[in-house]
């Protein structure tokens, strides 16, 4: 008799994905998280993902999966967007305190920070804020360099476009510590575009990987 084929076991799943509030000083904050199924104390830094204006954490459930492979990631709705409960004012200010917020619930000593576009801006503020908090940053969609605060954190500016002699100066001046690295091919929505390749790039930059 001809003995079937063992089949190949099926791959297990290496992340985990899920949903879940916290508590922060305007109500209640909610986030999704993706984290490696094996845990344990060899996960690199954990990233924080903070979405674009009239977004929310929805715009990265392609990309928490291919990023979280050997961190834990947090994608929270930002105060007054998705589910989460909208702050006082509305301001940079009160979306980076939430994010610290939560940084302390957490009880970490480290974070990175990925913002696109509004969640670039409130990236930088915690960076400029909490120094010992923050160590790398991703931003896509900077705002406009004379808003920036000075940061000295290690920062990767993902381009969709280039930016003149002009604001490119005044980008190095306030953020000493950036590399810029082209993603005018991907289309409008990068996270949906090719979640994998900018998962691949990003996780290089917070490795520490040239």
Not at 145 to 160: E, F, H
Request: charged content about 25%; overall charge neutral.
């Amino acid at each position: 008799m001809v003995k079937p084929p063992k089949l190949a076991p099926s791959p297990q799943k290496s992340v985990r994905t899920r949903r879940a509030y916290f508590d922060f000083k305007f109500g209640q904050l909610h986030v999704r998280t993706a984290f490696p199924a094996t845990g344990g104390f060899d996960e690199q830094v954990t990233l924080f993902c903070l979405h674009r204006e009239l977004g929310s954490s929805r715009d990265f459930a392609r990309f928490l999966p291919e990023i979280a492979d050997v961190r834990s990631v947090y994608a929270p709705d930002l105060p007054g967007y998705g589910e989460t409960d909208p702050s006082q004012t509305s301001s940079v200010t009160d979306a980076a305190d939430a994010i610290s917020d939560l940084a302390n619930d957490l009880r970490l000593r480290q974070i990175d920070l990925l913002g696109v576009r509004a969640g670039a801006e409130i990236a930088l503020s915690l960076a400029a804020a909490r120094p010992e908090l923050v160590r790398r940053l991703v931003l896509i969609g900077i705002p406009s360099a004379d808003r920036l605060p000075r940061v000295g954190s290690s920062v990767l500016i993902m381009r969709t476009r280039p930016e003149s002699p002009e604001v490119l100066a005044k980008l190095k001046a306030v953020l000493p510590n950036a590399k810029f690295e082209d993603i005018a091919d991907y289309a409008d929505d990068v996270f949906d575009a090719q979640p994998k390749t900018l998962a691949q790039q990003i996780g290089a930059f917070l490795s520490g990987r040239p």
